[in-house]
């Protein structure tokens, strides 16, 4: 039993000898010969590697201290510690003062840790770290720009300023942005408006009265309606006019209406492919010229854009995530809100547009603006007094209302696409062909049919009889 004892605490403190007594880690050896020439000395940096020489030496050497530190173990045994990427010259004296070697440290990056963290942060991506120069060259393909962006960032870490790039993205880097512009516009007004003109002669015709109320105001409009005629400066859709004599007073009764209505349907829809990363431009429209006055007092043109414009930046992620920046716009010239200077009229421009940083998948569509404004006006006007006289107060006083709707939506919709053959595209002039001159002069034909296989024989062959146009309930 005491053997028993004594066994087992002599294990015991056995274990705790190993377990506290501290992890030596080797590092690379290099034997050094004399008279024969030295191998390159690889370092990493922050690690350290061995040197042995056949013979003992007296003196040690390092070029530059800042790239490598050296320490003698024993005389014939000497440690290089890594400290920056670099190249210096390790030089290995004889007791004699004679040369042994020179030895050339090469200090590189760790990139035994460096693959390790690669590892674990990008598992399954082929990527392959090499040094060169004390710096660290990264290559192969790997799935996607963000999975990229995450392996230079990390060698940045472990070689700062000195990472070249030299990976490349797989899978579809191409993305396809369509745009939908979608706007409406309705419009409603209406007026009723009613004028009174009076007129005669007292005092045995020796004074003469007339007046007039709202439209009749004024002598020629008087004149006019007491003649039957509805005076020039009505804009009403309808207006009517009644007149009677009342023994010397003559009455003219003028009732006025309008009543509009009005709808405008605008819709774009631009499709442009950029690659990743690449800005893309789109327009469809013109350039309106407009005169620029200089300090010299001479005028020149500047054109201003006008119609679809589309500037995107897409950035494929990861996988099918899609990153965009997008301008969008549709501008139209307006007569109605231009300026006249001089000899010149330049006319205004509506314009709608956004700009916006989305993210989405491939196919998602994204609503990235909207607008509806709704303009309402009225006006009341009225004869003072008389306009506040039950029934009869309606010949004195006109009313008017107009509201303006608007409803405008932009929706982006990208696609990762790739190229394909020209062949299968169907354009829109393939569906027709010019006629020939029997075609046109004797059987009054102002095309042919196109051609009946392929994709630009599928277009042909769509329908586009029947009526046109739209019918608004």
């Known amino acids: 039993m005491k053997y028993d004892r004594f066994i087992k605490a002599a294990l015991a403190g056995l274990t705790l000898a190993f377990a506290s007594a501290p992890v030596s880690v080797h590092g690379e050896t290099l034997s050094i010969l004399r008279g024969a020439p030295s191998s390159a000395l690889q370092v990493p940096m922050n690690r350290a590697v061995v040197v042995e020489s056949d013979v003992p030496f007296a003196e040690l050497s390092i070029a530059n201290p800042g790239i490598a530190?050296?320490?003698?173990?024993s005389d014939r045994t000497i440690y290089v510690l890594g400290k920056?990427?670099?190249r210096t010259t390790l030089t290995i004296l004889g007791a004699d003062g004679s040369l042994i070697t020179n030895v050339e440290v090469h200090v590189t990056p760790d990139i035994a840790e460096f693959k390790e963290?690669?590892?674990?942060?990008?598992?399954?991506?082929?990527?392959?770290?090499?040094?060169?120069?004390s710096g660290i060259v990264l290559s192969g393909t790997v799935s996607s720009i963000a999975k990229l962006d995450r392996a230079l960032e990390l060698a940045q870490r472990y070689a700062p300023d000195r990472v070249s790039n030299l990976m490349t993205v797989g899978g579809t880097q191409q993305v396809m942005l369509r745009v939908q512009f979608a706007e409406m516009q309705r419009s409603v007004s209406q007026s009723l408006s009613s004028s009174l003109a009076l007129g005669g002669v007292g005092l045995g015709g020796d004074l003469g009265v007339s007046t007039g109320t709202n439209t009749l105001n004024t002598s020629g409009a008087i004149a006019n309606a007491f003649t039957g005629n509805v005076p020039s400066t009505s804009q009403n859709n309808g207006a009517m006019l009644l007149g009677f004599n009342a023994g010397g007073i003559e009455v003219g009764i003028l009732l006025e209406a309008l009543e509009s209505r009005g709808m405008v349907r605008t819709l774009a829809e631009p499709?442009?492919?950029a690659l990743s990363g690449q800005e893309a431009r789109f327009l469809a429209g013109g350039e309106y010229p407009v005169p620029v006055s200089q300090d010299s007092g001479t005028i020149t043109i500047e054109y201003k854009p006008f119609g679809v414009e589309?500037?995107?930046?897409p950035r494929v992620v990861d996988g099918d995530l899609i990153n965009l920046e997008i301008e969008a716009a549709v501008s139209s010239i307006d007569p109605s809100n231009g300026i006249t200077q001089g000899n010149f009229t330049v006319d205004a421009f509506r314009r709608r547009e956004t700009s916006t940083t989305v993210e989405m998948r491939d196919g998602e569509s994204f609503a990235i603006a909207?607008?509806?404004?709704?303009?309402?006006?009225?006006?009341?006007?009225q004869v003072?007094?008389?306009?506040?006289?039950?029934?009869?107060g309606a010949l004195f006083r006109s009313a008017d209302y107009a509201r303006q709707q608007t409803?405008?939506?932009i929706i982006v919709t990208p696609h990762l696409v790739t190229p394909t053959r020209g062949e299968v595209y169907a354009l829109p002039t393939d569906r027709v062909r010019p006629p020939s001159e029997a075609d046109l002069f004797l059987f009054g034909r102002v095309a042919n049919d196109g051609p009946t296989t392929g994709g630009a024989g599928e277009v042909a062959r769509q329908d586009f009889s029947g009526s046109y146009g739209y019918v608004l309930d």
């Open 84 to 86: 920056e990427p670099g």
């Open 370 to 381: 909207g607008l509806l404004q709704d303009d309402f006006r009225d006006l009341a006007g």
């Open 384 to 392: 003072p007094w008389l306009g506040d006289i039950p029934v009869l």
């Open 310 to 313: 589309l500037n995107f930046v």
């Open 69 to 73: 530190d050296i320490s003698s173990l």
């Open 271 to 273: 499709n442009l492919t």
């Open 117 to 133: 963290r690669l590892e674990q942060i990008l598992p399954g991506e082929p990527i392959e770290v090499r040094t060169a120069n």
């Open 407 to 409: 409803e405008l939506v």
